[in-house]
């Protein structure tokens, strides 16, 4: 399995508060309305690269939040009146972003399991992690809130009206340092993760044309389930026209305990199908040298339980002797016919039921041209 995949900095939401923070500082030195217009298109700007972005897409949620705030403002802006109080806009702003978080994380649940039921495959993994990402952007965020409003409250207890300096860092400075905290301390959860995790296994997520569009832990292959398309090696032992079949392990997430071909592997993240197919068959066959397999046919398998790119390869072998293997519980030569009195009455696996035919007529023209 491969060991490439880290978590990358596309999974700090807090990273979408920038807009807010620019607005914030800009405040300072221009009219708290063009502060707002400018901070809208960075953020509008921003949003519109993450979404078009070449790569996976890892939707940035707090980024759109925080846009609609700042779009919302922008609008308020033409109506007559003092919307924002003169040097207010960095604690209106604050405000404003932490209802929604607040509203987020309260339904945080609900949030993540709507982007696990999405019906794109491919790319739910993506906004599933981002939801995730973003409802830990949300706590941190809101932490960092209370704690502001505490200094406020009691600030205000013992010394009110308060004076500057103090008015001034309480209402405009910690406003954008909270966010710039809030993005720094995502860094480092992210940090200690890929620290953490940097020994960890990982395989690829792809398309049904077996293009890579992503990777997730191994774990969650398993833990997923169907959720996305993970690319399987499978192998298929033929020796003198016949197929071996055996077991399958009792700790298999598809047909615990069928008889199914001996060989199957997902493929490691950043490996090709032929250094997974060599890593298969040295831990099938430790030592010995010269099994080559070659590649058959690549279809997609879905049930409810998997969700799979099926890369079928074929291992032809002359010594069927090397099979007397402990690895394979049950393993034995199976005649065609045997394989046929048994089909439909699941005893199989499902993915050796889908593939028997074409290893039927592989294996017998083989077998014809053999002959001559």
């Known amino acids: 399995m491969g060991h490439k995949g880290l978590l990358s900095s596309a999974f700090n939401m807090s990273l979408g508060y ?11 030195f221009i009219t708290q309305d063009t502060a707002i217009y400018i901070g809208t298109g960075i953020g509008l700007l921003y949003s519109y690269y993450v979404i078009h972005k070449k790569g996976a897409r890892i939707p940035n949620f707090i980024l759109y939040i925080s846009t609609a705030v700042l779009l919302l403002l922008s609008i308020a802006a033409f109506i007559p009146g003092d ?13 404003s972003i932490l209802i929604p978080m607040l509203i987020l994380y309260l339904h945080k649940k609900r949030f993540i399991n709507y982007f696990l039921r999405k019906r794109e495959y491919c790319s739910k993994r993506m906004f599933a992690q981002g939801a995730e990402s973003a409802v830990v952007s949300a706590h941190i965020i809101l932490l960092l809130g209370i704690i502001h409003f505490i200094i406020i409250s009691i600030a205000i207890f013992f010394s009110h009206p308060l004076e500057n300096p103090a008015n001034w860092i309480i209402f405009n400075l910690m406003p954008p340092a909270i966010f710039v905290l809030c993005i720094f301390l995502n860094q480092i959860g992210i940090h200690y993760f890929n620290k953490l995790m940097s020994h960890t296994e990982y395989v690829p997520i792809v398309n049904k044309q077996g293009d890579v569009i992503g990777r997730s832990l ?24 016949m197929l071996f079949l055996c077991n399958r392990p009792q700790t298999a997430i598809l047909d615990k305990g069928k008889m199914d071909i001996p060989m199957e592997c997902y493929l490691g993240f950043g490996e090709t199908l ?36 099926v890369y079928l390869f074929i291992l032809d072998m002359e010594d069927d002797s090397i099979l007397c293997n402990p690895h394979f519980k049950g393993g034995k030569l199976w005649q065609f016919r045997q394989i046929e009195e048994n089909l439909g009455h699941n005893f199989f696996s499902e993915c050796f039921e889908e593939e028997y035919e074409h290893l039927k007529e592989i294996i017998g023209i083989r077998e014809k041209y053999r002959e001559f």
């Open 274 to 309: 032929a250094e997974g197919c060599r890593r298969m068959v040295q831990t099938a066959f430790p030592g010995v040298n010269g099994l080559k397999p070659t590649f058959s046919i690549m279809y997609h398998f879905e049930n409810e339980v998997t969700n799979r790119l």
């Open 18 to 28: 920038i807009p807010v923070i620019i607005s914030i500082v800009l405040c300072e």
């Open 218 to 241: 191994a774990i969650e292959a398993i833990n997923y389930k169907n959720a996305y398309i993970n690319p399987v090696i499978r192998i298929a032992v033929a020796s003198h026209g």
């Open 83 to 95: 919307y924002v109080p003169p040097g207010a806009l960095p604690l209106t702003l604050e405000v």
